[in-house]
T-cell receptor
Framework: SQQGEEDPQALSIQEGENATMNCSYKTSINNLQWYRQNSGRGLVHLILIRSNEREKHSGRLRVTLDTSKKSSSLLITASRAADTASYFC????????????FGAGTRLFVKA | NAGVTQTPKFQVLKTGQSMTLQCAQDMNHNSMYWYRQDPGMGLRLIYYSASEGTTDKGEVPNGYNVSRLNKREFSLRLESAAPSQTSVYFCASSEQPGTGGGYTFGSGTRLTVV
């Protein structure tokens, strides 16, 4: 089964509102990454947070990581129609190696 | 533009036909990956190459083979295509996991097997 599970599966908000997506995982990780995918395109890396970090910011993005709960959240503030996309979390295991595992994604729709 | 280039972008195959998906990166990354994306299932790792000269199986390797031709190129081959291999295939590269850069993805190959 997938390591990362995003919640909700789909989210619809108005432009200007904040969007929060959550990711839960099952085993210990080295880092957790968030990606965006626009329809019909490849994934674009947004932000990486390491297991010893609790919060990270990048522009309008804020990511938190709670390793005790094995969960992460992605907050997009002041959303725009251009933020409409699918968002995926991906986890890299702390055992090393290269098998980063992706969740099924959250589909975000921002209405103008 | 720097990045990961995949060819072809679209392909229709008949059951039993073979084909090779090509991938090249120009970022001097050590590691390269092939994923498939199916509706509602996220991305699943098919094969990866940690560095030039090495390849390893991922989560769903059956029915596929790979070749790390050199540091830039990593190809995926379907020897005898099956309808279950209908999917969108993504190639990605990374310097190494955990270095802060994440993965860079190509734009994908949409494959239909009839």
């Amino acid at each position: 089964s997938q390591q990362g599970e995003e919640d909700p599966q789909a989210l619809s908000i108005q432009e200007g509102e904040n969007a929060t997506m959550n990711c839960s995982y099952k085993t210990s990780i080295n880092n957790l990454q968030w990606y965006r995918q626009n329809s019909g395109r490849g994934l674009v890396h947004l932000i990486l947070i390491r297991s010893n970090e609790r919060e990270k910011h990048s522009g309008r993005l804020r990511v938190t990581l709670d390793t005790s709960k094995k969960s992460s959240s992605l907050l997009i503030t002041a959303s725009r129609a251009a933020d409409t996309a699918s968002y995926f979390c991906a986890t890299s295991p702390d055992t090393g190696g290269f098998k980063t595992i992706f969740g099924a994604g959250t589909r975000l729709f921002v209405k103008a | 533009n720097a990045g990961v280039t995949q060819t072809p972008k679209f392909q229709v195959l008949k059951t039993g036909q073979s084909m090779t998906l090509q991938c090249a990166q120009d970022m001097n990354h050590n590691s390269m990956y092939w994923y498939r994306q199916d509706p509602g299932m996220g991305l699943r790792l098919i094969y990866y190459s940690a560095s030039e000269g090495t390849t390893d199986k991922g989560e769903v390797p059956n029915g596929y083979n790979v070749s790390r031709l050199n540091k830039r190129e990593f190809s995926l081959r379907l020897e005898s295509a099956a309808p279950s291999q209908t999917s969108v295939y993504f190639c990605a590269s990374s310097e190494q996991p955990g270095t802060g850069g994440g993965y860079t993805f190509g734009s994908g190959t949409r494959l239909t097997v009839v």
